[in-house]
């Protein structure tokens, strides 16, 4: 079995310990909510420049200063898909403002 299809076979929930396991989590979601990185973009207000940098596991400062906590703390984080109620979505769109 070639990486790929490995992968693909993955499920979540995903351990996150890694920039590359962040990557991985939001690729397989995304992929498996049907959306494109510029889809994805555009509904979260992040550059899609910087979700392809996310997905291919770049250690932004960002998620080198969120993961540096959470070792710090001892927190192990994982992430499993839920279904998420649509009016969430206007707090996202609230959190985009803190972001750019």
Do not use: C
């Amino acid at each position: 079995m070639d990486i790929n299809n490995r992968k693909s076979a993955i499920q979540g929930p995903f351990q996150i310990e890694t920039p590359a396991s962040i990557g991985d989590a939001i690729r397989r979601y995304r992929a498996q909510a049907g959306l494109t990185q510029e889809q994805l973009s555009r509904r979260t207000g992040i550059r899609r420049v910087y979700l392809s940098e996310m997905e291919s596991g770049k250690d932004t400062e960002q998620i080198k200063r969120l993961l540096t906590v959470l070792h710090e703390l001892g927190v192990s984080v994982s992430f499993e898909k839920i279904q998420w109620p649509l009016d969430r979505f206007a707090e996202v769109q609230e959190l985009r403002a803190l972001v750019h």
